[in-house]
């Protein structure tokens, strides 16, 4: 059974920093991409990060700067440190991954508010 045990949201203030962890497990196939996503109340889901299996990332470019990805590929689990977080990061986050077969996995979801 694929599990994505995403953890570390919650309410911070603007300014504030926090860090989510995304461990998968039960998957059968070699993971490529990783990555995170967010989606904000009556808005799209849109890319935050994401980061392959030899490390190169990509970020959306409202976080750049801002947030960083980073991957335990041994684990399995991927990171995302956010920094100087703006209400406007306020969001459920979602742990993606991509398996080099083309499979895709979603984590539950995780809720960020920053808010003062």
């Known amino acids: 059974q694929v599990q994505l045990v995403e953890s570390g949201g919650g309410l911070v203030q603007p300014g504030g920093s926090l860090r989510l962890s995304c461990a998968a497990s039960?998957?059968?196939?070699?993971?490529?991409?990783m990555g995170w996503y967010r989606q904000a109340p009556g808005k799209q889901r849109e890319l935050v990060a994401t980061?392959?299996?030899?490390?190169?990332?990509n970020y959306a470019d409202s976080v750049k700067g801002r947030f960083t990805i980073s991957r335990d590929n041994a684990k399995n689990t991927v990171f995302l440190q956010m920094n100087s977080l703006k209400p406007e990061d306020t969001a459920v986050y979602y742990c993606n991954v991509a398996t080099v077969v083309g499979l895709g996995y979603w984590g539950q979801g995780t809720q960020v508010t920053v808010s003062s």
């Open positions: 980061i392959t299996s030899g490390g190169s990332t």
């Open positions: 039960g998957i059968r196939f070699s993971i490529n991409a």
